[in-house]
T-cell receptor, first 113, second 115 residues
Framework: NAGVTQTPKFQVLKTGQSMTLQCAQD?????MYWYRQDPGMGLRLIYY???????DKGEVPNGYNVSRLNKREFSLRLESAAPSQTSVYFC????????????FGQGTRLTVV | KQEVTQIPAALSVPEGENLVLNCSFT??????LQWFRQDPGKGLTSLLLIQSSQREQTSGRLNASLDKSSGRSTLYIAASQPGDSATYLCAAPLGTTDSWGKLQFGAGTQVVVTP
């Protein structure tokens, strides 16, 4: 039972470098999300995809782009990493619609130096 | 915008004592409220999901209540064990008409259960 799988688990980038965080879910969920978790700030929504083929901004989208590659996969791209993007990134998925339970991956710990 | 608050930020109890964790939210017109557990360096594990039509939800030693009128949810953990040591997060949908499951999280309560 894999659930939500994120890769990589850890990454160190230099300022200005780019990278893509990968996320895949095997629960046939329609909706997928990217959150970041920072000390003292809690988890904040970066982007989400309500269904395959759609994406929309969350609370803190600046500096990020996303791609919903297919129903299973939702990637998050940092085009030019900044130290302020040092964080733990979580991918989540849920069934579409109100009142549905969200399931989270194990996270990617990203450090930008 | 939904705002979620968890008090206290940290809690330490001896093994065997019951745990009471509080979560408050500003917008009472919510579809549901979800409780998560997070171990250090790990992801979030869903514990309980309470629908707006429910007042309680139970799973083993865990019981969560929801009072929409007062904007509060409480997570009870009976007969705590050292393995219950973790950070507990509650989360509610961002908007009342939001049907895509976007969540607003509280900052969490860090729990330590001492043997």
């Amino acid at each position: 039972n894999a659930g939500v799988t994120q890769t990589p688990k850890f990454q160190v980038l230099k300022t200005g470098q780019s990278m893509t965080l990968q996320c895949a879910q095997d629960m046939n969920h329609n909706s997928m999300y990217w959150y970041r978790q920072d000390p003292g700030m809690g988890l904040r929504l970066i982007y989400y995809s309500a269904s395959e083929g759609t994406t929309d901004k969350g609370e803190v989208p600046n500096g990020y782009n996303v791609s919903r590659l297919n129903k299973r996969e939702f990637s998050l791209r940092l085009e030019s990493a900044a130290p302020s993007q040092t964080s733990v990134y979580f991918c989540a998925s849920s069934e579409q619609g109100a009142g549905t339970e969200a399931f989270f991956g194990q996270g990617t710990r990203l450090t930008v130096v | 915008k939904q705002e979620v608050t968890q008090i206290p930020a940290a809690l330490s109890v001896p093994e065997g004592e019951n745990l009471v964790l509080n979560c408050s939210f500003t917008d009472s017109a919510i579809y549901n409220l979800q409780w998560f557990r997070q171990d250090p360096g790990k992801g979030l594990t869903s514990l309980l999901l309470i629908q707006s039509s429910q007042r309680e939800q139970t799973s083993g030693r865990l019981n969560a209540s929801l009072d929409k009128s007062s904007g509060r949810s409480t997570l009870y953990i009976a007969a705590s064990q050292p393995g219950d040591s973790a950070t507990y997060l509650c989360a509610a949908p961002l908007g009342t008409t939001d049907s895509w499951g976007k969540l607003q999280f509280g900052a969490g309560t860090q729990v330590v259960v001492t043997p």
